[in-house]
């Protein structure tokens, strides 16, 4: 159970009227190669949309009409894709989370994925300002022959302002299980001035923005070699990143001081990756 009022960010604060967004998809495959909406659910900010495309795989853009995420927010998405069906979901834009004057902010993901089915979660960073307070979750549950693809990014601080976090608190929780059975759990916290412990040489090496991508399908661990040639194709100077493979999934991590830099690598490789062009909004 995470500490909903942890140590760097306890304090009196005044009870405030709270965001609470939610969404619900459901799709599935029609036809054998066209992936339809059965269901959508929305509450509070958070509004889904779904462009314009010809028959096949399903895109579906999340929109925050709050602007950002305030202390004590709470949002949840769940998404579940059917047998056979191919879903992106994505972002508009960058996410921001604001400073916290003592509650936490919550983002829970949890998705679901049929025997034969994709899930593309693609969304856009995530920009923690100085003094946020943010417990992210991420919960899969996927049938066997079911693929997952998950990207997360992490920018600590507004860059254009060159702003540090002299004080804050993240907490980012994976849990993914194939038919019922865990095969990926990963947990990180930090707590306290981030800045200070992302410049440490074992932690961060003074970087100021981290991401994650995940690959959990039956075909994910063999493509280690070509994911590391792609890392050795797309990288450049100030953004470190390796890749590593077991138990049936892959994993990428990316850790760079330019935020720009990173997201610039994270474009090329989930391009390459993929093999398909990333949603249109990543390109605005």
């Known amino acids: 159970m995470l500490n909903p009022d942890p140590p760097a960010v306890r304090g009196a604060a005044p009870e405030r009227q709270r965001s609470q967004g939610r969404i619900h998809l459901r799709v599935a495959c029609a036809d054998g190669h066209d992936t339809r909406i059965l269901d959508i659910g929305e509450g509070g900010p958070l509004r889904l949309r779904l462009p314009r495309r010809p028959k096949g795989p399903c895109e579906a853009v999340l929109l925050n009409t709050a602007g950002g995420i305030a202390c004590g927010d709470t949002f949840r998405v769940t998404a579940d894709v059917g047998a056979g069906g191919d879903l992106t979901l994505t972002t508009t834009a960058a996410e921001k989370v604001y400073r916290s004057d003592g509650p936490m902010s919550r983002i829970a993901t949890v998705v679901t994925v049929g025997a034969g089915g994709r899930l593309a979660h693609l969304p856009q960073e995530t920009i ?129 001081r330019d935020p720009d830099a990173l997201r610039a690598v994270a474009q090329r490789l989930l391009t390459a990756y993929r093999g398909r062009p990333l949603p249109r909004v990543w390109q605005s």
Do not use: C, K
């Not at 976090?165 to 707590?191: F, K, N």
């Open 128 to 256: 923690l300002f100085d003094q946020a307070a943010l417990a992210r979750r991420f919960e899969a549950d996927l049938a066997p022959g079911a693929h997952l693809l998950a990207f997360e990014a992490i920018t600590f601080g507004r860059t254009a302002r060159d702003e540090p976090m002299t004080r804050g608190h993240l907490s980012d929780t994976w849990r993914i299980r194939r038919d019922g059975r865990l095969v990926y759990a990963d947990t990180l916290r930090l707590d306290g001035a981030l800045s200070d412990q992302l410049a440490r040489t074992a932690i961060g090496n003074g970087a100021r923005a981290m991401a994650t991508l995940l690959d959990v399908s039956p075909v994910a661990e063999g493509r280690l070699d070509e994911t590391r040639a792609l890392l050795d194709a797309t990288g450049v100077d100030g953004v470190a990143a390796a890749a590593s493979a077991w138990n049936g999934h892959l994993v990428v991590r990316l850790l760079g």
